[in-house]
């Protein structure tokens, strides 16, 4: 019971403090917990099932069997049929995608030194990968993500890429700005990307210098 007990213990706090240092780009979900439900379970029936004497024996018995059998199809078939699981499956290709064209950008030393304002639509892979002090935004289009309105205040989200710019600039406080967008995540599609001519005008206009503008990403630089 003192083993089942730390070890929940250590597990939720590790759990809490990883996503809230790292913003592992989603809320903890039964998927991060599910792990500790055995040793849950284990301190709250030890009592009951540690009965070795009298007419119950056998039937406890009986019950402890079904009982791990049961957690044992539940945990197979939650990962294996699950949304949560299938879709961190189907994310991998996109946030490859993100992290191998933003890392030479968002994960540079001197951005560190600079104190750039690092902004990207998939943070959490750069604050983990390179511990970069990227920030989160999100959604960025909004037409894309309708079932977000209703989880965001009124004054968040953006209706496309160029409002999502111009917000990030006038909230930069003077620094200098890097900002990587990239495909698959908070109303980012492939179809955004690249940016139209028109787009790329008004940015260059503003005094932003495109980097990178294509199917896998779209990375600006702003200086102070």
């Not at 089942?4 to 913003?23: K, P």
């Not at 540690?50 to 945990?75: D, E, P, Q």
């Not at 299938?86 to 064209?101: F, I, P, V």
């Amino acid at each position: 019971m003192v083993f089942s007990a730390t070890y929940i213990v250590i597990g939720s706090a590790i759990v809490i403090a990883a996503r809230t240092r790292y913003q592992w780009g989603e809320l903890i979900s039964v998927r991060h917990t599910l792990q500790y439900t055995p040793f849950l379970l284990a301190i709250l029936l030890m009592p009951v099932l540690s009965v070795t004497t009298g007419h119950l024996t056998k039937t406890l018995r009986v019950f402890k069997v079904i009982l791990v059998i049961a957690l044992v199809f539940f945990h197979t078939h939650y990962a294996l049929y699950t949304e949560a699981f299938q879709d961190r499956n189907k994310d991998y290709a996109m946030l490859l995608n993100a992290y191998e064209t933003g890392k030479n950008d968002l994960c540079a030393i001197e951005n560190e030194e600079s104190n750039a304002f690092l902004i990207s639509n998939w943070a959490y892979v750069f604050r983990i990968e390179c511990a970069s002090r990227t920030r989160q935004i999100e959604p960025v289009h909004l037409t894309h993500n309708k079932n977000m309105q209703n989880l965001i205040a009124d004054h968040e989200g953006y209706n496309n890429l160029i409002d999502a710019i111009t917000d990030i600039q006038k909230k930069s406080k003077n620094r200098p700005i890097q900002i990587g967008f990239f495909p698959g995540r908070f109303g980012i599609e492939a179809t955004d990307l690249p940016l139209p001519k028109n787009d790329q005008q008004t940015l260059l206009n503003a005094g932003w210098i495109i980097i990178r503008n294509d199917k896998h990403g779209l990375l600006l630089y702003y200086t102070k």
